[in-house]
């Protein structure tokens, strides 16, 4: 008897987690499997929602005119990721990529999406997904980071062996035809033996018109393996260094990408460190420090209101910065999780929104949460879980993202 109750038992395991959903790696809607959940979140609205059978981690959310685009990686695959453009309306898959490799930044101008496709710069059709051009990487040459100003893409490639290459170029690219121009190149030999790899750009064009390119950069040095953050600014136009602030915080690593207001441009070193430079007149406005307790880790950052708002890292802390002198407004501590795999970040209607392990956040202009949605709740049976990457639609607001194994499109209620 006992046999026979163990047999029914799983079986019924079985047409619970087994049959409910598919098991070929596709996109299903609204498969409810398993969940335990009970509770139903009250500021957000489910629009629509597709469910993975197999699992994924979502690096981005691309919010175009036409679609929505989600860059994942498959449960299982590693450095392999899938490229998905979804209707906005329905969900509806228009279509895929596959095996894309390992993107890790995009940026949409008009209905082309360029995007670091493992070491290559790719320019996509948003509407059709056929590939434009590419800038192909290879052993000895990989993309470190790239932006688009005054009508041209300014990127960094490094060359050489090893794990950055001993010289680093800066090359203006028109981004119709991918066709380059090599700007400027900085040495290890000139940077006392450090090899650079650029992560975090921007762009400032100076009242005398010469167009600069400030940075933060990982510094190598390949004979000790060791590492340091620099922060320098590089004179497009006059083909020199415009302001070489070297290693500025004097720590082993860099922190979010640097942004820039007016001529004012804000940078955060070492996960403690924060800083306000004038870039007109190359003069230090503030530095100041958080305790350890408060690190953040190496994401982005957003101005609101007057406050420099720095994404939530691997410490879970995230932090608020007075942009007048560098002080902290405040600091939330192990409440809303972590960065969850790719730091994320929106400004919409006078509001910042987040994603983090713990949930997905909005935020007012003095950094209070205004409404949530943390990762015990539900949208709907079924459709919750941790919170990855989002955008927004600037047309209605629409938010799109993924919870857990869901692809999702939200609304505030």
């Not at 083909?239 to 990408?257: E, K, P, R, T």
Request: proline share 3%.
């Amino acid at each position: 008897m006992r046999i026979l109750v163990y047999i029914v038992f799983a079986i019924l395991l079985f047409l619970q987690f087994g049959m409910s959903c598919k098991k070929e790696p596709t996109l299903e809607p609204d498969c409810t499997s398993g969940s335990t959940k009970t509770d139903f979140n009250e500021d957000f609205e489910l629009v629509w929602n597709k469910r993975s059978s197999t699992g994924f981690t979502c690096y981005s959310t691309v919010v175009t005119p036409s679609n929505v685009i989600y860059f994942l990686d498959p449960a299982g695959f590693g450095n392999s990721e899938t490229i998905i453009a979804l209707d906005k309306v329905t969900g509806d898959t228009l279509w895929a990529k596959y095996n894309q490799g390992s993107n890790r930044k995009q940026l949409l101008i008009g209905n082309k999406l360029y995007f670091d496709g493992q070491g290559d710069l790719r320019c996509i059709d948003v509407t059709s997904g056929n590939i434009l051009w590419s800038i192909n990487g290879n052993s000895n040459k990989t993309l470190n980071d790239f932006i688009y100003a005054n009508n041209k893409i300014y990127a960094f490639f490094d060359l050489g062996g090893g794990i950055v290459g001993d010289s680093t170029k800066l090359y203006t690219i028109n981004p119709v035809n991918g066709s380059s121009i090599e700007k400027f190149t900085l040495y290890g030999s000139g940077r006392n033996g450090f090899n650079q790899a650029p992560k975090g750009m921007v762009y400032y064009q100076h009242p005398n018109g010469n167009e600069i390119i400030f940075t933060q950069s990982i510094g190598y040095k390949p004979s000790i393996t060791t590492e340091r953050g620099e922060y320098f600014a590089i004179d497009i136009t006059n083909d020199s260094m415009y302001w070489d602030l070297g290693s500025y915080f004097n720590y082993g690593a860099i922190g979010s990408s640097p942004i820039i207001e007016s001529n004012i441009v804000f940078i955060h070193g070492g996960f403690i460190g924060s800083s306000s430079l004038n870039l007109q007149n190359k003069t230090i406005n503030w530095r100041t420090q958080v305790s350890a307790s408060k690190r953040t880790g190496k994401g982005i950052m957003l101005i609101l209101n007057g406050k420099l708002l720095q994404s939530l890292g691997n410490n879970y802390n995230l932090n608020i910065i007075n942009t007048s002198d560098g002080s902290l407004h405040k600091n939330y501590n192990n409440t809303m999780g972590f960065d969850n795999w790719s730091p994320n970040m929106k400004k919409y209607n006078n509001h910042i929104y987040l994603t983090s392990t713990a949930g997905l956040y909005k935020l007012d202009g003095n950094g209070e949460i205004v409404k949530q949605i943390l990762t015990r709740e539900l949208l709907a049976e079924g459709v919750g879980g941790s919170y990855q990457y989002m955008d927004i639609d600037p047309i209605n607001g629409y938010i799109y993202c993924t919870a857990g194994n869901n692809i999702i499109c939200i609304k505030e209620k």
